[in-house]
């Protein structure tokens, strides 16, 4: 799968320098991130719970890779591609449910709605740029699914 996730992130940050003196550090980044997305899941159906109609659920997980980014819509921030900045991989968790409907002999048509929650930080730069070991990014995530089987 094909999946565009992005953050506006806001931070204001006091830091401590070494001489005893403290910097105050404030921004504003607008983060978009395109990533392929491979589901390693279980999907589970029910019985028929309406004529012609199954309810599902699925669990599992997704790793993914990035294909692009952006912050703040621009591709190369001081000479340096900002897709560098983000990790290659993420990881997520992924828990969904829905229905699927008998349209005819062989064609289905289903719905549902999936949560995907970030398991891996995607990027390291505010931990080096602020100086602080405990910031951490993750992607979470609700979809709609719509599709037909056929």
Do not use: W
């Not at 991989?89 to 999936?114: N, R």
């Not at 992607?139 to 699914?145: A, H, I, K, P, R």
């Amino acid at each position: 799968m094909y999946r565009s996730k992005g953050a506006e992130i806001s931070y204001n940050y006091t830091r401590s320098n070494g001489d005893g003196s403290t910097e105050n550090i404030s921004g504003k980044d607008d983060l978009t991130i395109q990533y392929i997305e491979i589901p390693l899941t279980l999907k589970l159906f029910t019985n028929e719970v309406a004529p012609g109609t199954v309810a599902y659920f699925q669990v599992g997980g997704s790793l993914n890779t990035k294909v692009a980014a952006q912050v703040n819509d621009k591709k190369v921030i001081d000479s340096e591609k900002v897709i560098k900045r983000f990790n290659i991989f993420e990881a997520d968790v992924l828990l969904g449910g829905g229905a699927e409907f008998q349209m005819g002999q062989s064609t289905k048509l289903f719905a549902g709605l999936t949560y995907h929650r970030g398991l891996t930080d995607i990027d390291d730069f505010y931990e080096k740029r602020l100086g602080d070991k405990n910031i951490s990014i993750k992607n979470n995530s609700v979809s709609l699914d719509f599709g037909v089987k056929f």
